[in-house]
């Protein structure tokens, strides 16, 4: 059986195209993509056929109410995953609860550590020898759920936002597509507060570590290869 995944989005849509590109060897189907603005990223919906739509923040409109308007349009849909790929809005609390256990986010660094934005820029300020991103099931607190699959890059000498930005997210392109394939097929899901893998709850994330170019080194043992990696 093939899981519906709708994804929220609201820039460029890198990881919408990496999902759109492992979608046909996996468990999972794109069924709509929704954006809070005009964005770019929806060209890749439209270019499969897929819905691809706005749903803009009216005048005055609190978060609660644009989230409610956003829920009657993914509803219908009956999506078994809702993923959010660079979705820029802090979700309210009924939304996140609505779709717990259903609802994935890809953040760009290695959770706890960095949540929020300007990551990239925190990150080097520190100076940090290492950085990546962390893909997480979604609970009320901001880039607090429970994290899945990490994937780890270095942080280079003379790297800007802008360098370490290209990197994470190349990374963010393998680890994204897999993540979802694993919830997509049962096999990973989120128990209680904690995520499980064939049933036995994960202490740790599963962690790939990517070179200095992003191109995958090392994939875990304990989790058999995607079709997206």
Do not use: K
Not at 19 to 24: G, S
Not at 62 to 91: H, K, N, S, T
Not at 187 to 200: F, K, N
């Amino acid at each position: 059986m093939t899981a519906s995944v709708v994804v929220l989005i609201s820039g460029r849509g890198s990881n919408l195209d990496a999902l759109f590109q492992a979608e046909a060897a996996s468990s999972f189907r794109i069924d709509a993509v929704f954006s809070n603005r005009d964005a770019a990223g929806l060209s890749y919906a439209h270019a499969r056929g897929r819905p691809g739509t706005v749903i803009a923040r009216q005048r005055g409109e609190d978060r609660e109410r644009y989230d409610q308007r956003l829920r009657l349009a993914i509803d219908p849909l009956a999506p078994d995953i809702v993923v959010l790929a660079g979705f820029m809005r802090i979700l309210s609390a009924p939304f996140v609860a609505h779709y717990a256990g259903r609802l994935l986010n890809i953040h760009p660094s290695l959770l706890p550590a960095y949540r929020g934005l300007d990551v990239h820029e925190r990150v080097l300020a520190a100076g940090e020898a290492r950085s990546g991103a962390s893909v997480h099931f979604v609970t009320a607190d901001l880039d607090a759920g429970p994290v899945l699959i990490q994937g780890v890059v270095p942080v280079l000498a003379g790297d800007t936002p802008a360098t370490l930005s290209a990197r994470v997210q190349r990374a963010e392109h393998t680890i994204y597509p897999a993540a979802v394939e694993l919830v997509a097929a049962g096999r990973v899901v989120l128990a209680d507060t904690a995520v499980a893998i064939d049933g036995a709850p994960q202490a740790q994330p599963f962690t790939a570590f990517f070179d200095e170019d992003g191109g995958l080194l090392e994939w875990p043992d304990t989790l058999p290869r995607c079709s997206s990696v």
